[in-house]
Structure formats: C-alpha cells, structure tokens
C-alpha cells in the first residue's frame, strides 16, 4: 500500500468537485485502504479523496483514540440535519491552523461501505462535524471559507510563506 500525498490550500486542485463513484470494486477498495493508511500516519481523524488528488465521492473517518473505529462514506448523502455547534477544527490541507465554526449539531448520513453496501447513520458531536467538514471537501470547500476572506488571504500568505521556507 501506499501514503497518499495530502494536497495543501491554496492548491486549486482542492477546489474540484468529486464525482460519485460509479461501482466499489477492488480498484476504489484499494484506495481506501490507502486513505486509512494516510489518514492514521497523518495523524487526523477524517480524509476526503479530494485532498489526495482524488476526484471521487470517498471519505474515511475515525474520531476514536486508538485509530480503531474506521468509517468509509462512498457517495455520502446528508439525509437531515438540525441544531447547531462550534467547534475548533483543523484540516490535513491548511497545516497548523485553527479555527471555530459553526455546523449542524445532529446529521442523518446516507452513503455506500466499502463493500458497496448502502447504510445510514445518524450521529452528532464530533463525528457529525467530521462528516460535514469531509463533504465539504468532496464539493471543494475548505473550513476556512467560512470565515472572512481577509483572514483566509492571511493564512494564504503564512502557508506560501512556509512552503518557500521549507523549500530552502
Ligand atoms: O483535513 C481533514 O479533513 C482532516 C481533519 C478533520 C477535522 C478535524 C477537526 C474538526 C473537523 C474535521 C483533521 O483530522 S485535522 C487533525 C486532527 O483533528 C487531529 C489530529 C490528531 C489527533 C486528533 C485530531
Ligand atoms: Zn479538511
């Protein structure tokens, strides 16, 4: 298997949209398997196939401690969601930077297994957010467009600062 290289904003790559995965054989087995492997090396608790470069409807998931739960989402469908909750996120793709935001409290999410099986799950909390901060990635959305675009233009320039820094 393989560690997939994650993709950094402002990389425009980051801003397609997947399509839906047309049938879950061995070859999109394979990557999420290699998602799994990237996700728990990282380490992070959730990775879209956007941000490996990867243009399909794939997510994996695991909130728990000890890299035990894991939860793949091929095609993920929000069925329902209702209240509200900020949390502090992060993301694989904008290294180091944190911020509050705002998603629904409770999400009613439909998708395929690795297996090709259709599930719903209805969650919250942490996992709830999860879901919604991956799905966002698969529409080509990033967490720091919520906030104002003077602050993002600010973690645009401290990112390329970085890359030109660790490229010396
Ligand atoms: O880039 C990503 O999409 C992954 C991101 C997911 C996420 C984090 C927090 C709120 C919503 C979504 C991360 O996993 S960032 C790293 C992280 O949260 C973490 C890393 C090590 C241990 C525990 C958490
Ligand atoms: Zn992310």
Redesign the pocket.
Known sequence: MAILEVLHFPNTQLRIKAKPVQQVDNTIRKIVDEMFETLYKA??????AT?ANIHQQIIVIDISEEQNQPLCFINPKILSCDGEQT?E?????VPGIFEKIKRAEHVTVQALNQNGESFTLKTDGLLA??IQ??MD?LTGKLFIDYLSSLKRQRIRKKLLKEKRTNKK
């Open positions: 380490p992070g608790i959730g990775l879209a941000q949390t996120e992060g993301c694989l793709s957010v999860c901060h991956e990635h």
